[in-house]
């Protein structure tokens, strides 16, 4: 009973970290829609391959504490977490968009950072996974 009051209480906690990275993505992509420059645009043109690092960071980190508030459920049939297959649906709408957008260009380097960040995180929930069934 006590590990169920924990874990409802994380599940809640990953899911506000969820929501709270997704408005940071969403203000992100409005920022580089509309042309605008920020510090996190301005880091990231500093940086070498900074911008496949944020993509690989902030897909990946949406994913993982998505999966961990949905439980670590499985979509079967492609045997994918359901976080995954949800941020990975949203990133490729994402990329796909910035080719109908004048101020983006559409980069397959971007989409195969995030798949790759998306990745980890699979990997990472698995991990996870596989421990807590151990540890019950």
């Known amino acids: 009973m006590l590990f169920q009051i924990k874990w409802l209480t994380r599940q809640r906690l990953f899911l506000l970290l969820t929501a709270l990275l997704m408005a940071f993505i969403l203000w992100a992509i409005y920022s580089a829609n ?5 510090i996190f645009s301005d880091l990231v043109k500093n940086v070498p391959f900074g911008d496949k690092v944020g993509h690989f960071a902030l897909f990946g980190g949406l994913s993982l504490p998505l999966n961990l508030s949905l439980s670590m459920r ?5 045997r994918c977490y359901w976080g995954t297959l949800i941020v990975g649906l949203f990133a490729l709408i994402e990329e796909c ?15 195969a950072a995030d798949v790759a960040g998306l990745s980890c995180a699979a990997l990472l929930t698995y991990m996870i996974a596989k421990r807590s069934r151990v540890a019950t």
């Not at 509309?34 to 920020?38: D, H, I, L, R, V």
């Not at 499985?74 to 492609?78: H, Q, T």
């Not at 910035?98 to 397959?108: H, K, Y």
């Open 34 to 38: 509309s042309g605008q420059s920020t």
């Open 74 to 78: 499985v979509y079967r049939p492609l």
């Open 97 to 111: 968009s910035q080719a109908l957008n004048a101020t983006r260009t559409f980069d397959l380097g971007d989409l």
